[in-house]
């Protein structure tokens, strides 16, 4: 039995690779945060042109966090636990970080659990609205079976 | 010694394969192909000034929706006056937004130009304010965004399929979208959050 030609077996490995490499985002940013965003329906829509958005995140800290910090909600910017005052300047960072021709479509995607009360969200909203980052996106999963 | 004609043994290639599978396997592992997705709004400008101005509307004009503290829905406009479930909301919206029976106590329709379309009548200036407590659930709030962003679309898609005859995703970006927006353009509010449900 003649044996089976196996050189053109890196090619195709390499395409594979190649193909991952290309979709590959190295997650940045460790979320600290227990958060189980929304569901929605069919208003959910997807994010593109992930170089414009930043992410906040708000929710109760994970079991790690817990016995320092308790179960209260806290947002966290970056790698750091903030209090709202810290949205502007992480805004103000942020946008810096972006090109010049990008910066009005700049997006701020709110990933926020279920369970936060509007309180905290409505602060981080106006911190929001004065830094002038009035795009954003309520985070959620979207549920294709729900109407 | 030989001279010349010795022949370049060729590079032995078999571990290739391996080295790549390797890499291929560190790549899907580290792929986090989340997509991120979610409900884009745009948040009002930021006016010191204004924050005590409340905009002067007419009252059937409005359309407010109240989320209180205990998570439960109230809607008031002029034709109702109410807690509902959050079932019913789309539809309420729907009515109120398009008022398709010319209702005086619901929005009115006036002569609004949208531009490369032309002046059709219109309930321009309708508002639907949003109210949440600060103790509202996120969850409900979000669906309550959704299920108006729902009737919208749903309102959006109508219009389309009667002007230009096809849904609001098929139409033209550039030239027909912005027209069928124009016409059901979103008017939600968010206003400062209050301590409803308290003494007030």
């Given at each position: 039995m003649p044996e089976l030609n196996t050189s053109s077996l890196p090619d195709l490995i390499f395409t594979v690779l190649f193909f991952f490499m290309m979709v590959t985002s190295m997650r940045d940013v460790t979320v600290n945060l227990e958060i189980k965003t929304p569901v929605g329906g069919s208003e959910i829509e997807k994010l593109e042109r992930k170089s414009l958005?930043?992410?906040?995140?708000?929710?109760?800290p994970s079991k790690d966090y817990?016995?320092?910090?308790?179960?209260?909600?806290?947002?966290?910017?970056?790698?750091?636990?903030?209090?709202?005052?810290?949205?502007?300047?992480?805004?103000?960072?942020?946008?810096e970080s972006m090109f010049e021709k990008d910066k009005p479509f700049m997006k701020m995607s709110l990933k926020i659990d279920q369970n936060v009360h509007m309180g905290i969200v409505t602060d981080v909203k106006q911190e929001l609205r004065k830094a002038k980052a009035q795009n954003v996106v309520y985070s959620a999963t979207k549920d294709d079976k729900r109407k | 010694m030989g001279k010349g004609k010795r022949k370049v043994p060729g590079l032995n290639q078999s571990s290739t394969a391996d080295i790549s599978f390797i890499l291929l396997?560190?790549?899907?592992?580290?792929?986090?192909?989340?997509t991120d997705s979610g409900l884009p709004r745009r948040l009002p400008d930021w006016n010191p000034d204004e924050i005590e101005q409340e905009v002067?509307?007419?009252?059937?004009?409005?359309?407010?929706?109240?989320?209180?503290?205990?998570?439960?829905?109230?809607?008031?406009?002029?034709?109702?006056?109410?807690?509902?479930?959050?079932?019913?909301?789309?539809?309420?919206?729907k009515y109120f937004i398009a008022n398709p029976d010319n209702n005086p106590d619901l929005p009115a329709f006036e002569d609004y130009e949208i531009e490369g379309y032309?002046?059709?009548?219109?309930?321009v200036k309708h508002v639907i304010a949003l109210q949440t407590d600060r103790d509202t659930?996120?969850?409900?709030?979000?669906?309550v965004q959704h299920e108006l962003t729902k009737a919208y679309s749903e309102l959006r898609d109508e219009w389309a399929q009667k002007t230009f005859g096809k849904k609001y995703a098929q139409c033209d970006e550039k030239t027909e979208q912005p027209v069928v927006r124009g016409y059901y353009s979103n008017k939600i509010s968010e206003s400062e959050p209050r301590q409803y449900g308290t003494a007030q």
């Open positions: 958005v930043s992410h906040i995140y708000i929710g109760p817990r016995a320092t910090l308790g179960s209260a909600p806290r947002i966290q910017l970056n790698e750091f636990f903030a209090t709202p005052d810290a949205v502007r300047d992480f805004v103000h960072a942020e946008r | 396997i560190f790549f899907l592992v580290t792929t986090s192909m989340d002067k509307v007419k009252e059937r004009n409005v359309m407010t929706v109240q989320v209180n503290k205990f998570n439960e829905i109230h809607v008031k406009n002029g034709v109702i006056n109410r807690s509902i479930d959050i079932s019913e909301l789309k539809e309420i919206a032309g002046v059709v009548q219109t309930t659930n996120y969850d409900v709030y979000f669906q």
